[in-house]
């Protein structure tokens, strides 16, 4: 019988459509995220040849599927049997060693990325250990300073680019694991008592910025909200803020990378120095605030009623930089929540 | 000859239906009490998995505190694999293989229904931690030593009725390896078995061997939490680590236990509506025995990112899994290869089972990359891929089984146009709800979260998977108006509606009780085929009508 002229045509669109198919598969979806470690890279691109393979053996499959469905669809009133096949030892084996062949190559790929991950230097730039515990994060330095989380915002691990970080992973209650979407990577925090040693991680980011991170092994009631932000920045600014931190002043502002736009907003006599400011829409800004005086101030930017963002109180001379969040296009207000009469202004957002 | 047969229906007498089924031991009924029961746990859990889905459906909390979306997913994991897949498709078993074997019933009914009985039991267990101030929250995995640590005795329930329902499962295990090596019709030679016998025969076996091991590990968990024991809490000497070895031992081979017995309805279902035998029927039972020796040898793939496992051993392992089910996938594919396929409802879900399990099993490649593994570990992309092995899988399999086997349990078939409908809504809303998850945990999206930041970028992809939920749900709806209507005024079905050629189709629909007045003369995997293509047909082969000692056995004891 001939194949049908609908279902010819939807043969040529198979045809077609499966490179097609393929080639949009690994041009856009299903990717990880850009990584910004070494070991990140290496993962990824163990993904790219592991998705490679997955691509054709689903087209392969899928594609069959769906070929037999086309051709071998009963005629109506079509009563007669097919042949009767029970099996060839022959094609048997052969379709035995296809999956065997890629199972090892997957295998081979793998222990050679897997060893890559692994490796430990000699001389990490910095080694931190990390305490995760319900629900929030510790980061201790070596002789050095402990960042914890403040006023409800998830704590900061500082670390320099470019050189190895390698974090001691100590649990003081449950199960939890760090994780950190863009390096591609995680490793759990378990406690294992007194004998036990905790799991280390290393890794070497290759980018300065701001980086979120969040618990990945559920931990309890609030493990949702287990945050932390993994701030790398270049050597020089990482011990400049080390050492300023030591000797007790306020550190610079932070994170050259991720401020490609900061407002600076002076407050004095309860008064706003400026009454406007323009930044651009969906990305994330900075403001600088520093208040002059001796009275609590903060900045928090209004979309009509609603808070969209609310920096933290400064209540003497001091300076703190917010970093705010990615806003809409649009028309916003900044208002200290302290004197919303007396100190506003109008925030605009461009496109 | 008929006048010397023993009638084998027992002689009834009057008693009410309600009694009748609460206290029968005719697997036929026990195996619907087991389908009835597990749909019931079904709906339950899949309003919990909607109440997640809505909850995520946009960034911010909105119906569900923290606490309460635990529970939620806790419940919805753990009611799901263990009081639907799992009893459904052993509901299935219980009502076929008797029938597949030519068996008058299971080789223990009384243990049959104490183990189905025990199920409703512990399911209810479970649920009743909602009574008493909280369900179980720790997920369903129960992961020390959080369980150890948390208040409420909802988590003593869930581990109290985790414990019978594994009981029930041991029992049942127990109940059909006896069945399948002690009651098979004369004739029926092992290699003669359906394959959906061989997958409930390694099931069991698993079952026998993993369950036990999860029961040890409960009772342990509750010497911890109520009687000052040391197994899993570091703080008192124990081992965290410990838990999770004891927990995926079983774990592992309990996905085999889900997904084993799927296969087996699927390789019923596609030579039947193929026309044609299935594929390579002995490679296909290696790789059944292949898939269950190995699931012992695997479990610490779920745990890559512990630190506290050998990784290339695990993952060697578990890559090694993707070769008899590769095997499996091309026998169900040269099946249809010069079918002449029937696109029936059964055969839909069939079908379905094929496609979606592929990308289930491409993922759990994937995952078995400890590199890889390291990135999506405990995100989406997990939940994506158990999904489309549990559900993609498993639960396409026991639709599929449902309307295959629908006809032989009531006589009636179920409404075709109605079918079909179910099939494209729940195939379409399935994709729509699980696919973007892959691309949620690749983008970093842990599992088990109630809230995400609206900066994160999850939220179109997490809209997406709540419509496909609902659009799931809505499915239910044609399949239960289907079911009713099929029940008030279906279609008679007749004995062999489809064109079956093992034996459940050799008696009517629904079969008397003990099942055969009279079995066919058993040559092959396929006995019914001679009867309706008679032994002139070019398709029988010369040694499917060899005589064996099997046969002469047949015939000195005559008609069973």
Known sequence: ?351 | MATTTLEPRAGTYQRSWVLDWLTTVDHKKIGILYIVNSFLFFFAAGILALLIRSELAIPGIQFLDQNTYNQAFTMHGTIMLFLFIIPALSGFGNYIVPLQLGAPDMAFPRINALSFWLLPLGGLLIFSGYLFGGAAAEGWTGYAPLTNRSEGVGTDLWIIGLALVGTASILGAVNFIATIFKMRAPGMTLFRMPIFVWTMLVTAVLILLATPVLAAGLIALFIDRNYGGSFFDPSVGGNPVLWQHIFWFFGHPEVYIVILPAMGVVSEILPVFSRKPLFGYRAFVFATIAIGLLSFSVWAHHMFTTGSVLLPFFSFMTALIAIPTGIKMFNWLATLWRGKLILATPMLFALGFLSMFLIGGISGVMLASPPIDFHVQDTYFVVAHLHYVFFGGSVFGVFAAMYYWFPKMTGRKLNEPLGKIHFWMHFIGFNLAFFPMHQLGLDGMPRRISDYSPDAGWTLLNMVSTVGAFMIAASIIPFLINVIATFINGEPAGDNPWEGNTLEWATTSPPPPYNFDRLPPIHSERPLFFLTHGHGHAAVRPEDLEETAEDDVERRDGAV
């Open chain 1, 1 to 351: 019988m001939q194949p049908t002229v609908a279902s010819s045509r939807l043969r040529k669109i198979l045809r077609a459509g499966a490179p097609m198919f393929l080639i949009g598969l690994l041009a856009g979806c299903l990717l990880p995220p850009e990584p910004k470690t070494e070991v990140g890279k290496d993962v990824f691109n163990l993904y790219i040849i592991v998705l490679f393979l997955a691509g054709i053996v689903f087209v392969a499959v899928e594609g069959f599927i769906v070929y037999a469905i086309v051709r071998y669809r009963r005629k109506p009133g079509d009563d007669t049997l097919p042949e009767q096949h029970h099996g060839n030892t022959k094609v048997e084996i052969i379709w035995t060693l296809i999956p065997t062949v890629i199972v090892f190559i997957l295998f081979g790929f793998s222990m050679a990325t897997l060893s890559e991950i692994e490796a430990r230097s000699e001389n990490p730039g910095v080694v931190v250990q990390v305490d995760g515990f319900q629900w929030d994060w510790t980061f201790r330095y070596e002789d050095g300073p402990v960042f914890n989380s403040e006023g409800g915002e998830p704590p900061v691990l500082r670390v320099p680019v470019g050189e190895p970080v390698r974090l001691v992973l100590n649990s003081l209650d449950v199960n939890h694991s760090f994780y950190v979407p863009q390096f591609l990577i995680k490793r759990d925090l378990i406690d294992l008592g007194e004998n036990g040693r905790d799991n280390e991680l290393e890794f070497t980011i290759t980018e300065a910025g701001t980086y979120a991170g969040q618990c990945a092994e559920f931990c309890g009631t609030a493990h949702a909200d287990m945050k932390f932000v993994v701030e790398a920045m270049e050597r020089e600014a990482f011990d400049e803020y080390m050492a300023a931190l030591a000797s007790g002043e306020t550190p610079p502002p932070t994170g050259g990378g991720e401020c490609s736009t900061t407002i600076e907003i002076k407050a004095n006599n309860t008064q706003f120095d400026i009454g406007e400011f323009e930044v651009p829409a969906d990305t994330d800004f900075c403001i600088a605030f520093e208040n002059q005086e001796a009275v609590p101030h903060n900045v928090a930017i209004y979309d009509g009623g609603e808070a969209t963002f609310t920096g933290d109180f400064v209540n003497e001379p001091g300076s703190i930089t917010y970093n705010v969040p990615a806003l809409p296009a649009g028309e916003f207000r900044f208002i200290c929540d302290a004197h919303p009469q007396a100190m506003v202004g109008d925030v605009t957002v461009t496109e």
